[in-house]
């Protein structure tokens, strides 16, 4: 994506912050995106793999059942869902695990907004990570929305209400190192350290199992040269009117994140491993069994939506193992190791 919303002149009266504060209000302030009551939530917005396709909630069970097998079957598994939106990935997920393993399971939902009407009761509502899980710790399209800072020219970009924008202070000393480390070149750049610090403190109420975080994604060697800040409405791209009307979001440095030992691999390869293939059932299925071929048609073309490699197949998903030895990631994949 390219920048919607270019540094420009601001008249006079008009209050502008950073962007990271804008973005903080806009989205779980009083009235907030992301919080308010009512309406259809984040997927009446935008789609994500969890909207497109129950492969997609099925896969991260497969990897639960991975991970089960892996730690030894202990007598509860903790499944944390950071960023959960309505729910719909743990009810997904609860309903692909086999039974024994669900009875095992204590699902949390980690959101920022009202508990949903109906959830399965067996999900645990929660505004942080619980400390001293084990299990599997899972972020999807979470981190895109933990606010950050915008930088123009070594100096902060700040912008009102109405997304008009105008330079800032030059840099602090922390977020300056960050660029020279994470984005080096000048310019218009995204500033990661929030995203970093988030994903730390994420991880580190794991005690033993596996972190993964799926987004929006791109790494030091091809970092966009305007940045990725947007918005979405609606189903629909719209320039990020830090107003409390639309989602506002930016591709996260993954890289960056990265702790100890982490992989990084495409959602392409993830879900290649967890069994996910858009391959097109035999005709002759067609013949001997009409509509076990049309299930699985219909199944191959979700499972090509997912791992489309210019589409959703192209997310980043950062795998870090956290009290356990660094795990080879199911069926093999090619996963490598981010440069820090």
Known sequence: MHNLCPVSSQGEGVTAVRWRDAMEAALYGPDGFYVRPG????????????????????AVARLLEWLDAELGHPAE????????GR????????????????????PYAVERAERPAGLDPRIRWVAAPPEGTTGLLFANEWLDNVPLEIAE?????????????????????????????????????EI?????????????????????????????????????????????E????????????????????????????????????????????????????PVAYVRALSAAGEAAELTDRAG??????????????TPAWPGGSSAHRPAH
Not at 39 to 58: E, N
Not at 312 to 325: E, S
Request: glycine fraction near 14%; aromatic fraction near 6%; charge should be negative.
């Open 192 to 236: 990661g350290r929030a995203r970093d610090e988030a994903w730390a403190a994420a991880t580190g109420t794991l005690e033993r199992g596996l972190a993964v975080a799926v987004d929006y994604a791109h790494t030091r060697g091809a970092r966009p040269p305007y940045g990725t800040l947007t918005g979405f409405r609606g189903g629909r």
């Open 39 to 58: 309406g259809p939530g984040p997927a009446g917005h935008f789609r994500t793999s969890v909207h497109a396709s129950a492969l997609y909630a099925a």
């Open 312 to 325: 959703l197949g192209a997310f980043g998903w950062l795998v870090q193992p956290v009290g356990v030895p």
């Open 77 to 84: 598994l903790d499944l944390v869902d950071v960023g959960a």
């Open 87 to 106: 729910g719909e990935l743990l009810a997904g997920v609860l309903a692909a695990l086999e039974p024994g393993t669900a009875a095992r399971v204590r």
């Open 153 to 189: 020219d070594g100096h902060y970009v700040l912008v009102a209400p109405d997304g008009t924008e105008r330079v800032g202070d030059p840099l602090d000393g922390a977020d300056r190192a960050w660029l020279e480390r994470w984005w080096p070149g000048g310019g218009r750049a």
């Open 238 to 289: 719209v320039p990020p009117v830090p107003d409390g009307s639309c989602d506002v979001t930016a591709h996260v440095a993954l890289d960056s994140c990265a702790g100890p030992r982490s992989l990084l691999l495409t959602q392409r390869e993830a879900l290649a491993a967890l069994g996910v293939s858009g391959a097109r059932p035999p005709l002759a299925l067609a013949s001997t069994d």
